[in-house]
């Protein structure tokens, strides 16, 4: 069973910054792509980022394009979330994802979740 843990959220004012990292156990690492989603209140889920099983190509949101940037590092079996400039809208509650289809928008396995607060 996959299990995913996240952590790293927290409240920042607008234009900082925030790292989030996803410790991932349970299964062969390297087989999965790994993404984070993010589900603000009122709002349905949505991808923010997602890294290839090599962490060579990556992928995100147009919205977060150019301020976000994912990582991972397969020896920790971590993937991480550099968040900069950070805006209001982006506050939600960020979840780490792994699935072996690694396409857009879907995920086998999700984490409980970390919030993430922007203040204007």
């Known amino acids: 069973q996959v299990q995913l843990v996240e952590s790293g959220g927290g409240s920042v004012q607008a234009g900082g910054s925030l790292r989030l990292s996803c410790a991932a156990s349970g299964y062969s690492y390297g087989g999965y792509c790994l993404g984070w989603f993010r589900q603000a209140p009122g709002k349905e889920r949505e991808p923010v980022a997602r890294?290839?099983?090599?962490?060579?190509?990556?992928r995100y949101a147009d919205s977060v394009e150019g301020r976000f940037t994912i990582s991972r590092d397969n020896a920790k079996n971590t993937v991480y979330l550099q968040m900069n400039t950070l805006k209001a809208e982006d506050t939600a509650m960020y979840y780490c994802?792994?699935?072996?289809?690694?396409?857009?928008?879907?995920?086998?396995?999700w984490g409980q979740g970390t919030q993430v607060t922007v203040s204007s």
């Open positions: 994802a792994a699935d072996q289809s690694c396409r857009w928008g879907e995920s086998n396995f």
């Open positions: 890294i290839d099983l090599g962490g060579i190509t990556t």
